[in-house]
C-alpha cells in the first residue's frame, strides 16, 4: 500500500458529461501527479501540483482541468467527454517540489474510467 | 528527439529462467534520470530503482540487476530465476528537463512479462 488513495475506483459514465476525480497524497507529501494509461497512448503525464499551484503540465487536454486544495488533495475534472478519453486515471505523490522527476513517485490504484 | 523505447512488448518464460527487459532512451541531456517501475496485475505501479545519468554501476538487489550503459544508451532490467510473482507490466521511463527549466518523466510503453509455472 503506497498509502496514496483514489476515488473513485471505477467510472461508468456517458460521451459529453463530466467527472470528478479524487485523489489524496501521501501523508507528508506535498506534490500531486496525474497520469493517464491508455492502451494505445501508454503512460502519459497530464499536470503536477506543488503544494497547491500548478508546478507542470503534460500532456493535457484543456477539457481537463485538476487543482489542489489546502488539505493538499487533489481533484481532476474531465468535461466533454469523449470515448476515447476512457483509460485508467492515475495519481501519484511525492515530497518536494520535484522530487517525483529525481526519485520515487507514489502510486495510487487508479480509477478506470469508461466513456459509453 | 527524447523518448524511451521498450521494444518487448510481451514475454513469456517458465518459472525459474532468467528474463532481460530492454529499454533504450533518447535525450539530448547531460543530466537526467532513468527509472524502472513495476504494474502488477493489481494495477498500482511500484518504484524498482533509480538511475542517473553519471552513475554507470550496474545494480543488484536480490533477484533484480540493472545494466545501465551510456554508450548505447541502454538501461536493461534482469531478473534471475523468475517467479509467478513477477508477473506484470514494466515500465522504464526517463526524467529530461523540460521548458521553463522543469523536469518531465517520459515513460516507456511497457513490456508485459508472464511467469508461468
Known amino acids: 500500500d503506497s498509502g496514496v488513495t483514489q476515488t473513485p475506483k471505477h467510472l461508468i459514465t456517458a460521451t459529453g458529461q463530466r467527472v470528478t476525480l479524487r485523489c489524496s497524497p501521501r501523508s507528508g507529501d506535498l506534490s500531486v501527479y496525474w497520469y493517464q494509461q491508455s492502451l494505445d497512448q501508454g503512460l502519459q503525464f497530464l499536470i503536477q501540483y506543488y503544494n497547491g499551484e500548478e508546478r507542470a503540465k503534460g500532456n493535457i487536454l484543456e477539457r481537463f482541468s485538476a487543482q489542489q486544495f489546502p488539505d493538499l488533495h487533489s481533484e481532476l475534472n474531465l468535461s466533454s467527454l469523449e470515448l476515447g478519453d476512457s483509460a485508467l486515471y492515475f495519481c501519484a505523490s511525492s515530497v518536494g517540489t520535484s522530487s517525483g522527476f529525481y526519485n520515487e513517485q507514489f502510486f495510487g490504484p487508479g480509477t478506470r474510467l469508461t466513456v459509453l | 528527439a527524447q523518448k524511451v523505447t521498450q521494444a518487448q512488448t510481451e514475454i513469456s518464460v517458465v518459472e525459474k529462467e532468467d528474463v532481460t527487459l530492454d529499454c533504450v532512451y533518447e535525450?539530448?541531456?547531460?543530466?537526467?534520470?532513468l527509472f524502472w517501475y513495476k504494474q502488477p496485475p493489481s494495477g498500482e505501479l511500484v518504484f524498482l530503482i533509480r538511475?542517473?545519468?553519471?552513475d554507470e554501476q550496474n545494480e543488484i538487489s536480490g533477484r533484480y540487476s540493472w545494466n545501465f550503459q551510456k554508450s548505447t544508451s541502454s538501461f536493461n532490467f534482469t531478473i534471475t530465476a523468475s517467479q509467478v510473482v513477477d508477473s506484470a507490466v514494466y515500465f522504464c521511463?526517463?526524467?529530461?528537463?523540460?521548458?521553463?527549466?522543469?523536469?518531465?518523466?517520459?515513460w516507456g510503453l511497457g513490456t508485459s512479462l508472464a511467469v508461468n509455472p
Open positions: 521511463a526517463l526524467s529530461v528537463l523540460n521548458a521553463g527549466n522543469n523536469r518531465k518523466l517520459i
Open positions: 535525450t539530448r541531456d547531460t543530466t537526467y534520470y
Open positions: 538511475r542517473n545519468s553519471f
